[in-house]
């Protein structure tokens, strides 16, 4: 999730005991990172520098989902939905 977005939704009941009290937190839910990476996510000093440290260990992280995918992939190929 892009950090202007967390901005706007983390205020929200529950968000913040979810997905933690800062962008940091999120970061860190999200991708389960080893101790030591976690501990650089957590004494970074901003979501820009949590996302190049991310950059650096060669972890992919988008803000987008369509980003994901391989050329292969399709949007149909990864979502289905079968009616009985």
């Not at 933690?20 to 004494?43: A, F, H, M």
């Not at 440290?53 to 149909?76: A, G, R, S, V």
Request: hydrophobic share 35%.
């Amino acid at each position: 999730m892009h950090i202007d977005i967390y901005n706007s939704i983390s205020h929200l009941d529950g968000f913040r005991n979810t997905y933690g009290v800062d962008y940091n937190q999120y970061i860190i839910k999200s991708i389960s990172p080893s101790l030591l990476l976690k501990e650089l996510i957590l004494i970074s000093d901003s979501p820009k520098d949590t996302l190049g440290i991310l950059q650096y260990f060669d972890i992919e992280y988008t803000h987008n989902y369509l980003d994901l995918f391989t050329p292969k992939d399709t949007l149909t190929n990864n979502i289905s939905l079968r009616i009985r």
